[in-house]
């Protein structure tokens, strides 16, 4: 995984602008308060809503 900390402290959630983890898997991005991911491909965050999949067990 090549995101850096600092990068991953700059970053928000482009919906709700609050904060975001890293998957335990390291290949997204995770904004609790909406229930989202955000895929990190080559390295480089996604980070388009349309794009952003919903928090494994939620409903699609």
Known sequence: ???NR?????LACPACKGKLK???SGDG????D???VYEIRNDIPVMLID???PL???KA
Do not use: K, N
């Open 1 to 3: 995984m090549a995101i």
């Open 6 to 10: 600092e990068l991953l402290d700059i």
């Open 22 to 24: 890293l998957t335990d």
């Open 29 to 32: 991005l995770v904004c609790e």
């Open 34 to 36: 909406c229930r989202l």
């Open 51 to 53: 794009e952003a999949r």
């Open 56 to 58: 494994d067990g939620d």
